[in-house]
């Protein structure tokens, strides 16, 4: 590839245009045959799953949904097993990350993602990456300009913004973003996003609870009015969340020369949103918010910062193995899952002098 070309591929958005002609070119070559989807279970993944469903559906593809329980994603075994078990003929995953290691051997393979990928690609998989395109485009945008050349996608629009603004917020409102917003109320889609998030953040972790509310939209409104079925249940789910954040946020804080640790126990997946509330308390330190019960055996974190651009850059810098499932995400969020061991000796690479655990 000649200097001008990769100039010219660095630029493309909202991805390599060669790598989504192969995605749509998969897409066509086992358009009517049976697909495993597997999505992320946040708005982002599950927007982009449900636009994938609908333009494989269209396509005449028969679509078997893979919905991810907790602390699982593609590479661990419980979720590939159910994968093998759905007997499909092609796979597609949505907003999951990239991992060097196979998923299911022999099976075609779709992966769309916009991730930084820390560990290479899934070999053989035909991938389609948002990640170094800029402005990197949140998976559901992505797949919505993927798939909107294979099927008809005119009124699923909303799914593509829908999960956009869950990653990318309406504040100032991306340009890529904008012309998609026509006739769409913020109002709605932050409550609907509120809504579909909750599930996921829960100690049930019941994915599928949001996966059919998505299903039965037509547009955010209805989610964000309870016009489908499963929308009370939804709020439910966010009032105990959203008092088990202010439980764990009141953690006490320990300190290293950069950065802030809040330590808690929760079998909820509350421990980003406690960081982004901390992140606003000490806008001049690295904080992560520390869950040490989240996973049996595990302590799954989150870092945010006001002072820290490059969160990534930072964790990958510290010259500790991040084992586990650790260290991706984006420069101004990521976290990770480790072994108790392994994270304490996190802790103290980043300074600080072995805090308790809660």
Request: charged share 20%; with cysteine.
């Amino acid at each position: 590839m000649g200097a001008a070309e990769k100039i010219e591929q660095a630029h493309a958005w909202p991805a390599d245009p060669a790598a989504m002609e192969a995605g749509r070119a998969l897409l066509r070559k086992h358009a009517q045959k049976r697909w495993a989807l597997v999505p992320d279970g946040d708005v982002d993944g599950l927007s982009a799953g449900m636009l994938a469903y609908r333009a494989l559906a269209r396509l005449g593809a028969e679509v078997v949904p893979v919905l991810p329980g907790k602390g699982e994603h593609v590479h661990t075994d419980a979720l590939r097993a159910r994968i093998v078990a759905a007997r499909p003929d092609a796979l597609v995953v949505l907003d999951m990350g990239s991992r060097g290691g196979p998923i299911v051997p022999g099976l075609p393979t779709l992966l769309v993602d916009h991730h930084a990928p820390v560990s290479g690609f899934p070999p053989g998989a035909t991938v389609v990456s948002a990640f170094g395109h800029p402005p990197v485009a949140a998976t559901s945008l992505l797949a919505f300009h993927l798939l909107r050349e294979v099927a008809d996608l005119s009124d699923s629009v909303w799914l593509g913004l829908l999960g956009a603004v869950a990653d990318l917020g309406t504040d100032p409102l991306p340009d890529a973003v904008k012309a998609m917003m026509a006739g769409v109320a913020r109002t709605s889609l932050r409550e609907a996003i509120a809504l579909l998030n909750a599930p996921r953040r829960s100690a049930e972790h019941d994915i599928g609870l949001a996966w059919g509310v998505l299903m039965a939209a037509r547009d955010p409104a209805d989610i964000a009015k309870g016009r489908v079925p499963g929308v009370d249940k939804l709020g439910a789910i966010r009032a105990e969340i959203a008092a088990e954040v202010t439980r764990c946020g009141r953690s006490r804080p320990y300190f290293a020369p950069r950065a802030v640790l809040l330590p808690f126990r929760s079998g909820a997946r509350v421990h980003p949103l406690v960081a982004v509330r901390a992140a606003a308390r000490f806008p001049d330190r690295i904080v992560i918010a520390a869950n040490y019960d989240y996973l049996p055996g595990r302590v799954n974190f989150a870092m945010r910062s006001r002072a820290e651009p490059d969160l990534l850059g930072y964790l990958h810098g510290l010259g500790v193995p991040l084992t586990g499932d650790s260290g991706h995400g984006h420069p101004g969020a990521t976290g990770g899952s480790m072994p108790y061991e392994d994270f304490e000796r996190l802790l103290a690479a980043i300074g600080f002098q072995a805090p308790p655990a809660p």
